[in-house]
Nanobody, 126 residues
């Protein structure tokens, strides 16, 4: 599966952005989808994940984004979205989408993901 992330940009604190991850070349509905972010000098950090439809399309969020970010998927269009509201300067990072077929229990670990998209920069100004 190949992934293409888009939707990043510059936004003021309190604003919103919607990231999209488009998948191609595989059976997308067999994969859990995840979003991670990374700032220079730090490890890649889990943001959110959504399970494959066969697992109920359940979602999981990092505590830092819970209540502000919403992950969703459109299996007909092979896309995963991350709606980011009430953005804060500390949300500034390069955001990456990824997919995996591992057990749902491990979806917050970047090491468990097999396919990654290129990053998209999100910058939140104060």
């Amino acid at each position: 599966v190949q992934l293409q992330a888009s939707g990043g940009g510059l936004v003021q604190a309190g604003g919103s952005l919607k990231l999209t991850c488009a998948a191609s070349g595989g059976t997308f509905r067999n994969f859990h989808g995840g979003w991670f972010r990374q700032v220079p000098g730090k490890e890649r950090e889990f943001v959110a994940a959504i399970s494959r439809p066969g697992y109920g399309s359940v979602s999981r969020y990092a505590e830092s984004v819970k209540g502000r970010f919403t992950i969703s998927r459109d299996n007909a269009k092979n896309t995963v979205h991350l709606q980011m509201d009430s953005l804060k300067p500390e949300d500034t990072a390069v955001y990456y989408c990824a997919v995996t077929q591992i057990l749902w229990a491990y979806v917050d670990s970047p090491r468990q993901y097999t396919n990654w998209g290129q990053g998209t920069q999100v910058t939140v100004s104060s």
